[in-house]
């Protein structure tokens, strides 16, 4: 999934960035929030929304900040409970979908 304009939004504003970035570190943070977004769409929830004030646009974002402060090997420690129940939420879901509960 391509960062929209309005994740990139979100992302700057949750750093703080209040100066016009270079462009290294536009790519750098694009990247970031693309490996983000892959890892939480295979970790949580295939189809997770991550438009601002969402979830997992919150996830989104912590994500990116570990990224950026060196300490994205904590993020799936850190973050576990809320991993696994995003993940739980998600294939309860589909399989009340697949079952005709939904």
Do not use: W
């Not at 693309?34 to 997770?48: E, R």
């Not at 601002?52 to 646009?57: A, D, H, L, V, Y």
């Not at 576990?80 to 939904?102: H, L, P």
């Amino acid at each position: 999934m391509p960062v929209t304009d309005e994740i990139y939004q979100m992302l700057i504003d949750n750093l703080h960035i209040t100066y016009t970035p270079d462009e290294s570190t536009v790519a750098r943070l694009r990247n970031e929030a693309a490996a983000g977004i892959a890892y939480i769409k295979k970790y949580c929830d295939p189809a997770a929304d991550f438009s601002p004030g969402t979830k997992f646009g919150q996830l989104l974002c912590d994500y990116v900040l570990r990224a950026e402060s060196g300490a994205l090997e904590t993020f799936a420690q850190d973050f576990a409970g809320e991993i696994t129940a995003a993940r739980i939420e998600s294939d309860v879901a589909g399989y009340a979908e697949a079952m005709g509960y939904a």
